[in-house]
Nanobody, 122 residues
């Protein structure tokens, strides 16, 4: 079955940076939209950023615009999320998802990774 493996999470200080990666297998990666979602304790999962299959259309949640950048390398079947100017409120489990809407509608994504934890200290 489809496998999505996230990496790159960890502990960062406020104002710092992290880069998340998601490697896909058993998926025609170049043909599908991809996305990053996050879920903090006690909160609903939210769409952070999504990218179209060609990489020419992106979506960002208002809370991360100007700080996060999504990108993809279709030759490597890998999705990235560069997170700069991190804030404590970015602390959450971050999930990679595949084959959904480029507008980041959560319910449209059938495939999900296990998640990688991002913790930002103040």
């Amino acid at each position: 079955q489809v496998q999505l493996v996230e990496s790159g999470g960890g502990l960062a200080q406020a104002g710092g940076s992290l880069r998340l990666s998601c490697t896909a297998s058993r998926l025609t990666f170049p043909d599908v939209n991809m996305g990053w979602f996050r879920q903090a304790p006690g909160k609903e999962r939210e769409g952070v950023s999504c990218i179209s299959w060609r990489g020419d259309s992106t979506y960002y949640a208002d809370s991360v615009k100007g700080r996060f950048t999504i990108s993809r390398d279709n030759a490597k079947n890998t999705l990235y999320l560069q997170m700069n100017s991190l804030k404590p409120e970015d602390t959450a489990m971050y999930y990679c998802a595949a084959a959904g809407s480029r507008t980041c509608a959560y319910s449209t994504f059938p495939y999900w990774g296990q998640g990688t934890q991002v913790t930002v200290s103040s």
